[in-house]
């Protein structure tokens, strides 16, 4: 892997493609939803899973193994990407799976916050950012919030962070915590990109990206009805919203549905706006959001089709596998029914 040089995009997404052929379809997901975690896990270790299942096995069982098993394959899978990528490729693809230090940053806050224990948060983490196994550790050893910020003073996350501790503080809510590290990451995601019109299409994918994070902030705040400002959440970068309009929709959940109905999202998130509407259930929207983007990058994929857009699009096809796996094995451990199941997953 190397961030210099020429990018080899015919040499990745040829790769990438062969790999997407082996992800879990319609099928495979209906037959898990009828598996116990034990027969999950085997049915996981004829597939891709296969090495990260019989690595852990000896030391783990049941959801935990799964759980394992899929951070570590995804991390294995990301790394590999990377690997073989070259140039400004190798650039444009770092800083997307930045995603997972924001993620894992959140749930080493959310771990401390509920007071979680260590392991249980460290089997939630996803190794697949730029974050080394040294920061995780002292991530993984902080016992207090103020310890987190500390550890990440040197990072991008370090300044927002601090900035939002005071109102934690005050509040003792992790929401500002959160925002800011969700800021710092798509503001850095989406600056300076350049490059030609397979960069700028990417560039709209990544808008949309952050438009859906508003959307369903905007969304939880108007359902809260908390006295919060809306304005202070807001993520720059996305087209649907201002900071204005953004405060002034969240008030009003009815004129906010409109809103997005009417815009360019509208035909791909109408069927989950009108059950939000209907049923009051934001996960419909979100689950809706996650399929809109993946269908947006597929579509972004066609149009370029030697370009960083395929294999982002996959990044999120495996990305929303392993939380399917998840969902299902995290349901059979609770005793949800199949069909209960099923209404968590995202599939398109």
Known sequence: MSAVGSSNPEYVVARVRARRGSLYGDEEYRKLTRMGPAEIARFMEESSYADEINALGSRHGGVDLIEYALNRNLAS?????????????????????????????????????????????????????????????RLLEADAIDAVVEVLEDTIYGDPLQAAYAEYEE??????????????????????LGGGEPTRQYEAFLKAEVDFRNATNALRLARSGADIDPAAYFIEGGELF???????????????????????????????????????????????????????????????????????????????????????ARGKEAGLSADEIESELVIT
């Open 77 to 137: 899978q990301f790394d590999a990407i990377l690997d073989w990528s070259e140039g400004s490729l190798y650039g444009l693809i770092a800083r997307y799976l930045r995603k997972f230090d924001a993620w894992n940053v959140k749930t080493v806050i959310r771990g401390v916050y509920t007071d979680a224990d260590q392991s249980a948060v460290e089997s939630d983490l996803i190794r697949a950012g730029e974050f080394d196994d040294r920061r995780i550790r």
């Open 242 to 328: 201002t900071r204005g309009s953004l405060a002034r929709l969240a008030r009003n959940l009815d004129e906010l549905v409109e809103y997005i109905a009417d815009s360019q999202y509208g035909d791909e998130l109408g069927p989950a706006l009108r059950e939000l509407e209907e049923a009051d259930s934001l996960i419909a929207f979100e689950h809706a959001t996650d399929a809109a983007l993946l269908a947006y990058g597929d579509r972004l994929g066609t149009i370029h089709p030697v370009s960083i857009t395929p294999i982002i699009s996959y990044i999120l096809a495996k990305e929303r596998e392993v939380e399917n796996i998840r969902a299902i």
């Open 171 to 192: 509040t003792d809510v992790l929401v500002p915590l959160e925002n800011a590290v969700d800021r710092a990451f798509y503001e850095r995601l989406l600056s300076g």
